[in-house]
């Protein structure tokens, strides 16, 4: 546990892998997705600004630390990478790809609007005032 009240990491990030496909159906794969970003997102809600210069223990192929405000970024951004290589391979097939852009302009508040009401954020929380 952290001070954060939730783990951040397994002893070894790799059992996460095992098994390699853990579910048999895309809605058991949404659910455990829903719980996962879940807990990031309570990790987010926690954090006060002086939080993000600690060091957090990393499991990576050589373990070791790093900063939070080094870690987030990181994580969002291969988020980002792995949604780009999803749409490039539903691209490739008779699929339809779901819209990837995000919609940060304010004539865009609609599209984004039932995405932040299910995260509990409102337009002012995310971007301020209009």
Do not use: K, N
């Not at 949404?30 to 879940?38: I, L, T």
């Not at 939070?68 to 999803?86: A, E, I, K, T």
């Not at 699929?95 to 409102?122: I, K, M, N, W, Y």
Request: proline share 6%; charged share 25%.
């Amino acid at each position: 546990m952290t001070p954060y009240g939730v783990t951040l990491l397994a002893a070894d990030a790799r059992a996460c892998f095992d098994p390699a496909e853990p579910f048999e159906r895309c809605g058991e794969l949404a659910e455990a997705r829903r719980a996962v970003d879940g807990r990031l997102l309570a990790v987010c809600r926690g954090l006060a600004p002086e939080d993000l210069a600690r060091r957090v223990a990393i499991a990576w192929s050589t373990p070791g630390q790093e900063r939070v405000d080094r870690v987030l970024p990181h994580l969002f951004l291969h988020q980002v990478h792995h949604r780009g290589q999803v749409h490039a391979m539903l691209s490739g097939t008779g699929a339809s790809p779901p819209q990837l852009d995000e919609f940060f302009c304010s004539g865009d508040a609609h599209l984004r609007a039932r995405d932040l009401e299910e995260l509990g954020f409102t337009e002012d929380e995310v971007f301020g005032e209009s």
